[in-house]
């Protein structure tokens, strides 16, 4: 833990001392990190597929990007085109390999019995996209958009908001 006096810029070090679980005689003692204080807002994201490994043909995979505000204030939104307007928020996207289908259910959608893409923010409000090439573009509610990945489009979650409105320790999650 940093300490909550520290300034911006001020580093600490540590030693992470790693010790084999097959082996407890095996431990390397020698692997520095450097942490780094900052007074700016720090987003981190971490991506995960359920199931994980290798997959059947036509296997259901739910990739799950969530992430939380470390940094030491508020995350600013910035612009993002979305139907041809601008909105102003955080932009979680993930481009969609060659080859993978997906398949959009919205939650709260009347027609479906579960969604397959779900969000949630620690402020501001969720809006789901996706981008073929042609710019950002909403997921209509009750839609069944299917769409097939080239290696350029994408999907994605903007938690919209505006000024200072993401605040720190505030977490997110975006799953389809």
Do not use: C
């Not at 540590?14 to 450097?34: I, K």
């Not at 997906?102 to 620690?122: E, Y």
């Amino acid at each position: 833990v940093i300490p909550s006096g520290a300034t911006s810029g001020q580093n600490g070090n540590l030693n992470l001392v790693g010790t084999s679980q097959g082996n407890a005689g095996v431990v390397d003692n020698n692997n520095w990190a450097r942490a780094v204080a900052t007074a700016r807002a720090a987003l981190t994201a971490f991506k995960a597929a359920t199931p994980s490994g290798s997959v059947a043909p036509g296997t259901t995979i739910t990739y799950t990007i969530s992430g939380a505000n470390t940094g030491g204030s508020a995350a600013y939104g910035y612009p993002v085109t979305v139907d041809g307007t601008s909105q102003t928020g955080i932009l979680i996207e993930d481009v969609i390999p060659n080859g993978l289908q997906v398949q959009v259910v919205l939650p709260g959608d009347q027609n479906a019995n579960q969604p397959t893409i779900t969000g949630s923010a620690g402020a501001g409000t969720i809006r789901y996209l996706y981008n073929t090439g042609s710019g950002w573009v909403s997921i209509p509610q009750n839609s069944n958009l299917s769409f097939t990945g080239d290696g350029t489009t994408k999907i994605g979650m903007l938690i919209e908001g505006s000024g200072a409105f993401f605040p720190q320790g505030a977490q997110y999650t975006f799953s389809f």
